[in-house]
């Protein structure tokens, strides 16, 4: 079984800075692609950032410029840079991963449980 942990949200002023992370944990052969989703009241879960194992990113019009995605793959981690936020941004954020696991020949994914970021002044 595998665990997505996301880590560092909280309550931001408009303007400010947060950077979240995910550490993945597990029986984890490797994690392909890996990356961040958020779902604001009301609304469908979003990609926010993502990245491959090869270090190719893709990000949300809305965040681009502003958001950072890296990946440290010693370690199973993903961390997504959040500068210059804006109340729009308030949202669960959720950490998501592509993992093969040990005696698994396919990739499976996996959700992280998620965490609160709201920006409010």
């Known amino acids: 079984q595998v665990q997505l942990v996301e880590s560092g949200g909280g309550l931001v002023q408009p303007g400010g800075s947060l950077r979240l992370s995910c550490a993945a944990s597990?029986?984890?052969?490797?994690?392909?692609?890996m990356g961040w989703y958020r779902q604001a009241p009301g609304k469908q879960r979003e990609l926010v950032a993502r990245s491959t194992s090869g270090g190719s990113t893709n990000y949300a019009d809305s965040v681009k410029g502003r958001f950072t995605i890296s990946r440290d793959n010693a370690k199973n981690t993903v961390y997504l840079q959040m500068n210059s936020l804006k109340p729009e941004d308030t949202a669960v954020y959720y950490c998501?991963?592509?993992?093969?696991?040990?005696?698994?020949?396919?990739?499976?994914?996996?959700w992280g449980q998620g965490t609160q970021v709201t920006i409010s002044s």
């Open positions: 597990g029986s984890i052969i490797r994690i392909n692609g």
């Open positions: 998501d991963a592509d993992v093969v696991l040990y005696g698994n020949r396919y990739e499976r994914h996996y």
